[in-house]
């Protein structure tokens, strides 16, 4: 394969799902409060039907609709109350003719009542109420089924859980879900530089940033890091580590040392591993370019370039997609904050280019402002909100042009 | 305190910033890694320049510039390479005039040198280099400080820290953040008719839905649950749990029990606990119109509606402010997807309107549809993606016009 022979990222993406549509994640049965952001593995359907008796929506009075037929204020119509139903607990009355039963908001409307009169438009007279309004067939009262049939589908395969659907599954009586394991990942920092993050920086050194900045974006992702090491320039200790790194892991991501420079080692290493070995080097994005995407055994294999703000792109234009759509296969499409352009631009670099972005939402609508500055990696991660595309089909970005925003987590 | 005297929703949210802006929310130290949306307590400073060196950005050779002036393809300047640094590490050497040092993308240059040309006009002839390109003074380097100084601020007190920011923090050496302690909080339910998730229902039953929409939700927002009781109605059992809850915790939900109906304890029983207990029943929003806001102790207690998509959105509408921007202090404002409306609809209710929505964005552009039905509970829940306010001064809604819509997490 020749080196930087460089891919559009849609073709990229595109050869990561043919390459592991197949991969099988296993999946785990997790407790309904810890599923929030997981992805469910099966369609969920209801075991009953929802409500499964019929239940008032009101505090009133259950009664034939036909006997409040033509009531009004100046015209009252008299019921006998029969009784009442209690709130959390079934009841053995069954409604006559001419009687009313008294039922609170969510309570059971017993046999023979077709409908439920509201309280406020109700008298009591002594064992009689006096109803100046009529009600119609079925008014106030939710039937057996109506919310949820037996065995419909209420939420389906593939939807990562957010906490609405908690409650929904709460309601249906699901406390467990089965869903997919957390897929596995180990992030390998590679270079003669780097140092601990705790460590005083003597000369020469930068702290490995990027194995922070991937942890937490994989955590937040939903995935497990199961390993993560840092691992001078040689090329047996990287190999080793690797090794052992696929052998165990879904996702390998080797951050640096993926430049064509002096210590370029990364594809050869892992194609010392065998085929297939490194199947792209070099996306068309910017920054991000220099990114490896390769296979090794079953695990997708993943070189990441070392300077912090390309890692980052290049993570969530490439590896994040990868993980939510090939491995995890969600449904869900990523959500983008509409802005209006804050600057203008142009680019014709036959890439898709990214823009880290603050969002200023001062006025009436979103702008998205440029951070940026000479090298400024950390102002640039701490003081964009977010990220803008501009697709490599486009020539730039005017002022005031609607872009989309994806923000950070 | 009158019963619902209905209160605006802005109204509210100043009474509970004016009642508890005081609160003391303890602050604790934690791992960078687990810092992720927790929000910090002080600004963070930078204890170093970054870069400490100056660094270069190319692989090449670092000169001195008026060295390269005039040179060209036609007509090289030829310097004799006096060394190389190497990445990761410091160097004594010294440029002097005539000579070029190789520099590592990322490494030292060294002194006496101020630019680096890249290694792409540059031509090896055994000691010498030919340079085909001039370079203009500091072209190719980062300088010390460019980008943090030493003390700057380089993330403001009240930011909830994202993915991001990990990464400058790294970059500086902060491991550990001062953050401020997760709310604790209490979520009772109350009501003769709930029962465990688990349970088989019988006749009258309903499950205890709210406790976990309400865990889920609060988990997200960083609160921290210490806990979570369903009592019956009876008064003492309730008001014995309430004076426990409050002892412990920052905030206390109590769900169910407060529509003006048949076993409408709740804001008795918060009085009974002493002043200034209630501070408002009612609230004019839609749905979760019979919201109850309290004190007691140094305690907010919230009185939510029992209907879980009343729940959720009194929740979202009161509680979740409160927590983020009262308690919090977060800066960061919630950002909206903006839509256009797919629906018509009339209000003219007096309150502040929230519909739940799903999200097409099948097109252009993202479209909100109306997720409703009769007494549709968990069709709401399970099939919208999140809601859009339709505030009080506002006569409608036309199909096509922007709305902003707050997706659930």
Redesign the interface.
């Known amino acids: 394969m020749d080196m930087f022979t460089v891919k559009k990222r849609q073709d990229v993406l595109s050869l990561l799902d043919e390459t592991f549509h197949n991969k099988k994640i296993e999946t785990e049965t997790v407790d309904?409060?810890s599923s929030?952001g997981r992805i469910i593995c099966e369609d969920l359907h209801?075991r009953?039907n929802?409500?499964?008796?019929r239940r008032s929506?009101v505090?009133g009075y259950a009664v034939r609709s036909k006997d409040t037929v033509g009531c009004s204020d100046a015209l009252p119509a008299f019921l006998n109350i029969a009784g009442e139903?209690?709130?959390?607990?079934?009841?053995d009355l069954t409604l006559n003719s001419f009687e009313a039963i008294y039922v609170?908001?969510?309570?059971?409307v017993p046999s023979g009542a077709d409908a439920v009169v509201m309280i406020e438009y109700t008298e009591k007279f002594d064992d009689d109420i006096a109803i100046s309004r009529p009600v119609s067939q079925r008014e106030n009262i939710?039937g057996i089924g109506?919310?949820?049939t037996e065995n419909e589908a209420?939420?389906s395969k593939h939807t990562q859980l957010?906490?609405?659907?908690?409650?929904?599954?709460?309601?249906?009586?699901?406390?467990n879900v089965s869903v997919y394991k957390k897929p596995k990942v180990a992030i390998l920092s590679t270079?003669?530089?780097?140092v601990d993050?705790?460590?005083?920086?003597?000369?020469?050194?930068?702290?490995?940033?990027?194995?922070?900045?991937l942890?937490?974006?994989l955590?937040?992702m939903g995935c497990e890091i199961i390993m993560q090491a840092r691992i001078k320039?040689d090329f047996e200790k990287i190999k080793e580590t690797l090794e052992k790194a696929t052998s165990q892991c879904d996702i390998v991501l080797i951050s640096g040392g993926s430049?064509v420079?002096?210590?370029d080692m990364t594809p050869e290493i892992i194609n010392a591993l065998g085929d297939p070995g490194v199947l792209v080097h070099g996306i068309a994005i910017k920054p991000g370019k220099p990114t490896i995407v390769a296979k090794v055994r079953d695990t997708a294999v993943f070189g990441l370039p070392?300077h912090?703000a390309s890692c980052?792109i290049s993570y969530k234009s490439v590896v994040e997609p990868f993980i939510k759509y090939t491995l995890l296969k969600s449904q869900e499409?990523e959500?983008?904050?509409?802005a209006k352009s804050g600057f203008q631009m142009h680019v014709s670099s036959g890439r898709d280019v990214f823009y880290m972005v603050s969002?200023d939402?001062s006025g009436d609508?979103?702008v998205a402002h440029p951070v940026h500055?000479?090298?400024?990696?950390?102002?640039l991660?701490?003081k964009?909100d977010g990220f803008i595309e501009i697709p490599m089909e486009k020539e730039g970005l005017q002022i005031g042009e609607e872009v989309r925003v994806q923000?950070?987590?």
């Open positions: 309904l409060l929030v209801s009953e929802v409500p499964a008796f929506t505090d139903t209690r709130m959390g607990e079934g009841t609170p908001t969510g309570g059971i939710v109506d919310d949820v209420v939420i957010k906490t609405q659907h908690v409650g929904a599954l709460a309601a249906l009586g699901i406390s270079g003669d530089e780097l993050v705790n460590s005083e920086l003597s000369i020469g050194k930068i702290r490995d940033v990027n194995a922070y900045s942890n937490s974006m955590n937040v320039d430049s420079g002096n210590k070392g912090p980052i499409k959500r983008f904050i509409k969002l939402d609508e979103y500055g000479k090298s400024g990696m950390i102002s991660l701490s964009s923000l950070f987590r």
